[in-house]
């Protein structure tokens, strides 16, 4: 079956512009995640949302950081007014439900680089 | 605060040994402890999990050996293989960090021929 998918693969974009990141979680999970890998912090989440439920956005690196889950499916991941320190890879995660009983399914990751 | 300390940073081994990465955690409240797999370009793939519940858990040629007293967990790579060479992080959840995963900084393996 189709796994977790994130678009666009890459991204290039200039300092001080907004991007927005899109992840489709596999279908019928409830819990997505968002996650960010870069050479200097590692592998650091970002923000959680599960159900209908409050995001956990303690993650959030800065205000600059936003995200939205419509439909209890698909999510974006906005960066506004980007810094050269928010290039990194950006990872989506989906579980059947939260909690570790439930496996973290990971997707290839949105490569963003500012200039 | 680091919440996960991971060792070493990188590994060479030859083909038909044991690999082996060490973890170490801070918080007893934590309860899933798994090992993840990264190849480049793609993302983490959950390789093995082990709860504290155990000591040890195998499966195929990887074990996980837990140390709750120790708060140490070790992922195991028996007759490693160059398709073994990736990047493995250890991770832990639970505890207030609720569902999300704390990962560790990742070791990067490489097996030899």
């Known amino acids: 079956g189709a796994g977790v998918s994130q678009s666009p693969s890459n991204k290039v974009t200039e300092k001080g512009k907004d991007v927005e990141l899109r992840c489709d979680p596999i279908s019928g999970h409830t819990a997505l995640y968002w996650y960010r890998q870069s050479l200097g912090q590692g592998l650091e989440f970002l923000i959680y949302f599960q159900g209908n439920s409050a995001p956990d956005k303690s993650g959030l690196p800065s205000d600059r950081f936003s995200a939205e889950r419509t439909g209890g499916s698909v999510s974006t991941l906005t960066i506004q007014r980007t810094q050269q320190e928010d290039s990194a890879v950006y990872l989506c995660?989906?579980?059947?439900?939260?909690?570790?009983?439930?496996?973290?399914?990971f997707g290839p990751g949105t490569r963003l680089t500012v200039t | 605060q680091q919440q996960v300390k991971q060792s070493p940073q990188s590994l060479i081994v030859q083909k038909g040994g044991i690999s082996i990465i060490n973890c170490a955690y801070e918080n007893t409240a934590f309860d899933y402890f798994p090992w993840y797999q990264q190849f480049p370009g793609k993302g983490p793939a959950l390789l093995i999990a082990i709860r504290p519940d155990v000591s040890e858990k195998k499966e195929g040629r990887f074990t996980i050996s837990f140390n709750k007293s120790a708060k140490q967990f070790s992922l195991h790579i028996m007759d490693s293989q160059p398709g073994d060479s990736a990047t493995y992080f250890c991770?832990?959840?639970?505890?207030?960090?609720?569902?999300?995963?704390?990962f560790g900084t990742g070791t990067r393996l490489a097996v030899r021929p």
């Open positions: 991770a832990v959840l639970g505890g207030s960090s609720g569902d999300k995963l704390t």
């Open positions: 995660a989906s579980s059947l439900r939260g909690g570790p009983s439930y496996e973290q399914y």
